[in-house]
C-alpha cells in the first residue's frame, strides 16, 4: 500500500508542516523532501484544506489558512468557475504543486502552491473536523510503518 501514487507525490498535509521541507533540484528539475526517523521522503505535490482567507482575482490567487500557517495558491482560474464557487470564509481543499515554503521556519510568510484542483467543500458536514485525523493517519500509514 505504500508504493502508492498518492503516498509519493500527492502529500496530504498540514500548511505548516511544508515549512520544514527541503528543496532538492537534480537535471534542473527539483522536488520536495521531508525527513522523518533518518528517513527522506520526496514529493512534489501536495494537498491542504483549510479556511480561504483572501481571494485576489486581479492576481490570480487566494490564501488559505489552517491552524498551523498560511499558504499563498496562485494560478486558480485553471479550475473552471473557481471564483463563483469560492468565497471568502469557506472551507477549501487545495491540491497544487509546492513552489515554495517562504522566507523561514519561523517566518509568517506563506507556503507558495501551483493550484491543480481547488474545491469548495463547505457545505460537507464535518468535514473540517475530519481533516487533522485524515492527516495523521496517512503521515502513520507512511512514517510509521
Not at 483572501?54 to 485553471?78: F, M, P, Q, Y
Not at 484542483?117 to 485525523?133: A, F, G, H, R, S
Amino acid at each position: 500500500m505504500r508504493n502508492q501514487v498518492i503516498f509519493f507525490y500527492t502529500r496530504k498535509s498540514f500548511i505548516g508542516e511544508l515549512k520544514k521541507a527541503k528543496k532538492t533540484i537534480d537535471n534542473d528539475q527539483y522536488s520536495w523532501t521531508i525527513a522523518r526517523f533518518g528517513k527522506n521522503y520526496s514529493f512534489d505535490y501536495v494537498w491542504i484544506q483549510g479556511l480561504c482567507v483572501n481571494i485576489n482575482k486581479n492576481d490570480d490567487t487566494l490564501l488559505i489558512e489552517d491552524s498551523t500557517g498560511l499558504a499563498k495558491v496562485h494560478n486558480c482560474t485553471r479550475m473552471p468557475n473557481v471564483w463563483t464557487l469560492i468565497e471568502e470564509g469557506h472551507y477549501i481543499m487545495v491540491a497544487g504543486k509546492l513552489l515554495s515554503i517562504g522566507d523561514s521556519l519561523a517566518s509568517t510568510s506563506p507556503v507558495i502552491l501551483d493550484a491543480y484542483k481547488i474545491q469548495c467543500i463547505n457545505d460537507l458536514p464535518k468535514t473540517e473536523i475530519i481533516w487533522p485525523y485524515e492527516v495523521i493517519d496517512i503521515h502513520q500509514q507512511v512514517y510509521y510503518a
